[in-house]
């Protein structure tokens, strides 16, 4: 690939990541022609999707927390949020639901430029995350919608018992099917749904191993912000579709290939050079200012190589794939499973895990203000991975769609303390404590 000069700000995309914007864009502009092609339309988030399910009845789903991060990444979420402010909103709300309102108010035209269509049913699938259902409250005050919600019980052990499984399969049952079924006219089609879950695992077996290519050094991905390029379509509307698992075998085609001739991931810089630091990153990335804070990592050589923002729309890593035998119980597992549905204790069982397996150097939590699902806890995580393994961690704060609370400089002094830190500690042995969790 060739490298660009320092003149050429366009960002280096791999075959990949541009088959994966054209995806993105075929979606929003199917959402675009909803209200004339009769397309039915359903909201919901990312953590617990039902996007087989959604499919195998015709719908189109529609995600509000990804039009708000892509809103971020094109520069209108400030104004966005300020409309929503202006209406009464607090600066503490989670920044995503004020940009969604924000966006509403100045006419829901998406992030692409084109217009977002009402929906016909709300489906809230709580994982973990209690402001999603005050943020589908104020949506269906605006659309005068049905609300279908799934209540999925917290994992406080990390262990999904039977009782948590039938709760949830018998509300897909009770609610959710039938809440479709009124929506689209049509009856619940199994089979359809079976052939859905087989394309999910199929491309969530190569998800895995992309993943997974981080053990090589140097690593082929950057499991963060590459990591967002990589997840787009499993994590929206492209889970259990044929799409779907072409992008997911041209990805690991494409990664295998850089793992085979020993090269870095693609960065917007060009092709990561020297490998200096492995780190595991917790907590979702800034979206306003997305480059620049990826080029902060790529200018000090650091590569993240595990991720806890890359589970939370599912923990595949861990073995879980979508089981089109037991369609039902599988898709209750999934929501079950998510990152944001786990305690404390499970968050930092993982990734100690990940520092192990990925023989990381370091760890770095991102602080999001506005993100209680994630920053709760987060100081608690970083005291105790350190004592477990002995590797020093980091701490940097920002936000997720608010530009207010990004702040260059203080970011890079903090993350340049923490290199200089690792530089020390790598002067000694790996500790043995970490070696002692295999």
């Given amino acids: 690939m060739t490298q660009p000069s320092p003149q ?11 088959r994966q914007k054209q995806m993105l864009a075929s979606h929003f502009s199917r959402l675009a022609a909803a209200p004339e092609s009769g397309d039915k339309v359903v909201y919901t988030f990312v953590p617990g999707n039902l996007t087989e399910l959604l499919l195998s009845f015709g719908v189109v789903p529609n995600l509000p927390e990804i039009n708000a991060l892509q809103s971020g990444m094109r520069k209108l979420s400030g104004d966005f949020i300020a409309a929503a402010e202006r209406e009464g909103h607090s600066e503490d709300v ?29 489906l809230l699938s709580y994982t973990g995350c209690f402001t999603f259902m005050k943020w589908f409250e104020l949506l269906q005050q605006e659309y005068s919608c049905p609300v279908a919600m799934l209540h999925v019980p917290y994992q406080p052990e990390g262990v999904i018992t039977p009782e948590m499984r039938e709760y949830v399969v018998r509300q897909l049952k ?20 079976c052939q859905r879950l087989a394309l999910s695992a199929a491309a969530e077996d190569d998800l895995v191993a992309v993943l997974g290519s ?59 050079g020297e490998e200096r630091y492995r780190l595991v990153v917790e907590g979702p990335p800034n979206w306003t200012h997305f480059r620049e804070f990826w080029k902060m990592f790529h200018d000090e050589g650091a590569v993240v190589v595990a991720s806890t923002y890359s ?16 369609p039902l119980e599988s898709l209750a597992d999934y929501c ?6 786990l305690g404390l204790p499970s968050r930092v069982a993982l990734i100690e895990r990940y520092l192990r397996d990925f023989s990381a150097d370091g760890f770095l939590i991102n602080s999001v203000k506005s993100c209680n699902s994630f920053s709760a806890g987060q100081l608690l995580m970083l005291r105790e991975l350190e004592r477990r393994t002995g590797l020093a961690g980091g701490f940097i704060e920002s936000d ?25 500690k790598r002067r000694h042995a790996r500790p043995a404590a970490l070696e002692a969790c295999a």
């Fill in 8 to 18: 050429d700000r366009s960002a280096v995309k791999d075959e990949s990541m541009l």
């Fill in 174 to 193: 009770e609610v959710v099917i039938p809440a479709l079924e009124r929506l689209t006219g049509r009856a619940y089609d199994e089979d359809a749904l």
């Fill in 311 to 326: 589970k939370v729309g599912g923990l595949y890593d861990t073995g879980f794939r979508h089981d089109p035998s037991r």
């Fill in 214 to 272: 981080a053990r090589h050094r140097p690593s082929p991905i950057d499991a963060y912000f590459g990591g967002v390029y990589y997840l787009g379509p499993i994590f929206s509307a492209f889970r259990g579709t044929d799409e779907g698992l072409a992008y997911y075998r041209c990805l690991r085609e494409e990664v295998e290939a850089r793992a085979a001739r020993g090269e870095g991931p693609v960065t917007p810089e060009g092709t990561m």
């Fill in 400 to 424: 997720l769609v608010d530009p207010r609370y990004f702040s260059a400089a203080n970011i890079k002094n903090r993350l340049e303390s923490y290199f200089q830190m690792l530089d020390q």
């Fill in 94 to 122: 989670c920044t995503y639901v004020k940009c969604d309102v924000g966006m509403l108010r100045q006419g829901n035209v998406g992030p692409t430029g084109a217009l977002l269509p009402p929906p016909g049913l709300l």
């Fill in 336 to 341: 079950l499973g998510c990152y944001t549905n």
